[in-house]
């Protein structure tokens, strides 16, 4: 069950048991990092909690917190279904690349197909921040591009943080 709450024609909140979320205990990871999640394709919130139980599964990452989620429009390829999105504060000891291919496995599992950019998607797992880097190679931009013009991020994240 989720609360629903509406900002404006295109944005819409939801918070629920594990949407937002917070972990009491401190970490012995090394590492902290701020994940963006999205999806529009299906069942969006249940597939965010049935990610929210594989990750507390995991003995290399562990959930410090997660954010409302956050309903709205798709930017770029307009032509789909509207967005459900998330922050998740992870820590782990695995490296930026380690971790890139971890994310890419998550989202494969969870049924992730890539057509083309900015395409409708069973799940979307993007690194916003991985401690306090910046890495610009072909395959990982850290922090994420344009992260602070998207309310994608911006909106979840301020929540996330207050």
Same mark, same amino acid.
């Given at each position: 069950?989720?609360?629903?709450?509406?900002?404006? *024609?295109?944005?819409? #909140?939801?918070?629920?048991?594990?949407?937002?979320?917070?972990?009491?205990?401190?970490?012995?990871?090394?590492?902290?990092?701020?994940?963006?999640?999205?999806?529009?394709?299906?069942?969006?919130?249940?597939?965010?909690?049935?990610?929210?139980? +594989?990750?507390?599964?995991?003995?290399?990452?562990?959930?410090?917190?997660?954010?409302?989620?956050?309903?709205?429009?798709?930017?770029?390829?307009?032509?789909? +279904? *509207?967005?459900?999105?998330?922050?998740?504060?992870?820590? #782990?000891?695995?490296?930026?690349?380690?971790?890139?291919?971890?994310?890419?496995?998550?989202?494969?599992?969870?049924?992730?197909?890539?057509?083309?950019?900015?395409?409708?998607?069973?799940? *979307?797992?993007?690194? /916003?921040?991985?401690?306090?880097?910046?890495?610009?190679?072909?395959?990982?931009? /850290?922090?994420?591009?344009?992260?602070?013009?998207?309310?994608?991020?911006?909106?979840?994240?301020?929540? /996330?943080?207050?």
């Amino acid at each position: 069950m989720y609360l629903k709450r509406t900002l404006n *024609d295109e944005l819409i #909140t939801f918070k629920g048991l594990r949407f937002p979320y917070k972990k009491n205990s401190k970490s012995s990871l090394r590492y902290r990092v701020t994940v963006g999640i999205g999806g529009n394709i299906g069942d969006v919130k249940r597939r965010f909690e049935h990610l929210f139980f +594989d990750i507390k599964k995991q003995s290399r990452v562990e959930l410090i917190k997660t954010s409302l989620i956050l309903k709205n429009p798709p930017f770029g390829y307009k032509n789909q +279904d *509207d967005f459900f999105n998330s922050i998740m504060i992870l820590k #782990t000891s695995m490296t930026p690349k380690v971790f890139l291919n971890y994310l890419l496995r998550l989202e494969k599992k969870f049924g992730r197909k890539r057509s083309f950019a900015n395409a409708p998607r069973t799940l *979307d797992l993007d690194i /916003i921040f991985f401690d306090n880097r910046v890495i610009a190679t072909e395959k990982l931009t /850290i922090p994420h591009p344009s992260w602070q013009l998207r309310e994608s991020v911006v909106i979840p994240l301020s929540e /996330i943080q207050s």
